[in-house]
């Protein structure tokens, strides 16, 4: 079984940061990416930032320049840092992470989700 546990969300003003982490554990062979997505109330759920393993990383147009992906793949941790947070990044935000581990002999890429934290930007 593998897990993501996530943490670091909360009620932060206009203008503030956040950090989020998420750990995988469980049966891990390797990690491939691992990103972070959001979804606000009445929205889909929508990718904010990925990391691959190799260090190629994307993110949504609307934070480039305020959130900051990062990785330790030796604590298979992936995280987030958000900076200059606005109302619209009122969400849940999500880990997820493309796994490979070993089924029924097999090695098999696998997708799991975190159970999502809140994050809340007042004015």
């Known amino acids: 079984q593998v897990q993501l546990v996530e943490s670091g969300g909360g009620l932060v003003q206009a203008g503030g940061s956040l950090r989020l982490s998420c750990a995988a554990s469980?049966?891990?062979?390797?990690?491939?990416?691992m990103g972070w997505y959001r979804q606000a109330p009445g929205k889909q759920r929508e990718l904010v930032a990925a990391l691959t393993s190799g260090g190629t990383s994307n993110y949504a147009d609307s934070v480039k320049g305020r959130f900051e992906i990062s990785r330790d793949n030796a604590k298979n941790t992936v995280y987030l840092q958000m900076n200059s947070l606005k109302p619209d990044d009122t969400a849940v935000y999500y880990c997820n992470a493309d796994i490979y581990n070993w089924i029924l002999g097999s090695l098999k890429l696998t997708s799991h989700w975190g159970q999502g934290t809140q994050v809340t930007v007042s004015l």
């Open positions: 469980g049966r891990i062979f390797s990690i491939n990416r």
